[in-house]
């Protein structure tokens, strides 16, 4: 079946280290997104990309940064992790010839700074 | 900003009850959908609601598009366990180009067997 992938599922690290959170996609889809999820607050968006180097920032951008050299890989990056970023992350992809923007979730990683 | 508030947060029913959720806004959206996330996955697409009064069936859940297209609803017949999860909608200000989602904040279901 064609898939979302999020590897790691799980990861706990330390406050200033570098995290690299990684999405893989088999649907063909061109659009990509990363979202947080936290408690109370509903998914929001951090990055999204419509097509290979596509990079555009969402709703809570600062903090992260993101990479798509390739159609079906789309990376989220902590440059330097803080607490506050603990919570759930889940990358999805959309197609672009879909009017309503239907999108598809990977499974998660769950986050935890210390 | 939150555009789309969910009601209740929580709702906890017994087997067999049913029940209905909200979501609402003060904004009109294009197009909405309704997301169920179950517990360490994530969410999956259930509908997608576009015309003002929609009324869509899926098995037991009635989802339906108000009227003015700034609010929908959820109700489920006859909750069943398999039903528990977190219940997402998202709406869509504009089907052109490069429109995001702007999700709720979710209602958490659980059917008690």
């Known amino acids: 079946d064609a898939d979302v992938t999020q590897t790691p599922r799980n990861r706990i690290t330390k406050t200033g280290k570098r995290i690299m959170l990684e999405c893989s996609q088999t649907?063909?889809?061109?659009?990509m997104y990363w979202y947080r999820q936290d408690p109370g607050l509903g998914l929001r968006l951090i990055y999204y990309?419509?097509?290979?180097?596509?990079?555009n920032k969402g709703e809570i951008s600062d903090g992260y940064s993101v990479s798509r050299q390739a159609q079906a890989k789309f990376s989220l990056s902590l440059e330097s992790a803080i607490p506050n970023q603990t919570a759930l992350y889940f990358c999805?992809?959309?197609?672009?010839?879909?009017?309503?923007?239907?999108?598809?979730f990977g499974p998660g990683t769950r986050l935890t700074v210390l | 900003t939150q555009l789309l508030e969910q009601s209740p947060q929580f709702l906890s029913i017994q087997e067999g009850e049913n029940l209905t959720v909200y979501c609402n806004s003060s904004?009109?959206?294009?197009?909405l959908q309704w997301y169920r996330q179950e517990p360490g996955e994530g969410p999956v697409l259930l509908v997608t609601v576009v015309t003002g009064g929609e009324v869509k069936k899926l098995k037991r859940l009635t989802f339906q598009f108000g009227d003015a297209r700034k609010d929908s609803s959820l109700h489920i017949t006859a909750a069943q366990p398999g039903d528990t999860g977190l219940y997402l909608c998202a709406g869509q200000h504009s089907n052109f180009g490069n429109e995001k989602l702007t999700f709720g904040t979710g209602t958490r279901l659980t059917i008690i067997p």
């Open positions: 649907k063909g889809h061109d659009r």
């Open positions: 999805a992809t959309s197609d672009s010839l879909r009017v309503f923007n239907e999108q598809f």
């Open positions: 904004s009109v959206f294009s197009s």
């Open positions: 990309s419509f097509d290979v180097k596509d990079i």
